[in-house]
């Protein structure tokens, strides 16, 4: 009985290691730019959680124990402050495992660039031109509103005129 609750005790904390390994990758592609960061986070959170409930799942049978958790929290802890001494290291392996595939990504990228830079252009074009169009139209309508506005104002003079002038007309009998 107590062997097998130090076996998954073990278990817990080899996929804690995991889980930090898998951290510390994804750690040295986040410092690649603001995005990647993001985008790192998001997996680093999502892979320790996978990695959890699949350990779980086969060395515990699915049945959680706080001791369970306290292994995993550490050996993940452990393999990050371990990792932590090796970081150049695995950023230098980075590198060069991933220069030579981002000089090809910025190659391809600038190839579709060039090709799509006349289309790019030309709905540029459109935009500015439908901006145009709204801008007149808007100025139209704020013309329109104006002398709306004025035919009303000089129409209620008149009116008031000639109320005044009728008013003014005294009839003795």
């Not at 951290?23 to 993001?38: H, P």
């Not at 950023?91 to 910025?106: C, H, T």
């Not at 003079?157 to 002038?165: L, M, S, W």
Request: aromatic fraction near 8%; charged fraction near 30%; proline fraction near 2%.
């Amino acid at each position: 009985m107590i062997l097998g609750e130090c076996g998954i005790f073990a278990a817990m904390f080899a996929a804690g290691a995991v889980t930090g390994v898998i951290s510390a990758i994804l750690n040295v592609l986040g410092r690649t730019g603001k995005a990647a960061r993001y985008v790192t986070d998001v997996l680093m959170a999502l892979s320790a959680g996978v990695v959890y409930f699949i350990a779980l799942q086969l060395f515990a049978y699915g049945v959680f124990r706080i001791y369970s958790l306290a292994a995993y929290l550490i050996g993940t802890l452990c393999s990050l402050r371990l990792l932590r001494r090796f970081s150049p290291y695995i950023r230098s392996l980075a590198r060069k495992v991933m220069s030579p595939l981002l000089k090809g990504y910025y190659r391809a990228e600038n190839r579709i660039l060039r090709i799509c830079r006349p289309l790019i252009e030309k709905e540029e074009r459109k935009r500015i031109f439908r901006r145009q169009k709204r801008e007149e139209k808007r100025q139209k309508k704020i013309l329109a509103k104006s002398e709306k506005i004025a035919a009303n104002i000089s129409h209620k003079r008149r009116k008031r005129r000639r109320k005044i002038g009728r008013d003014a007309i005294v009839v003795e009998r």
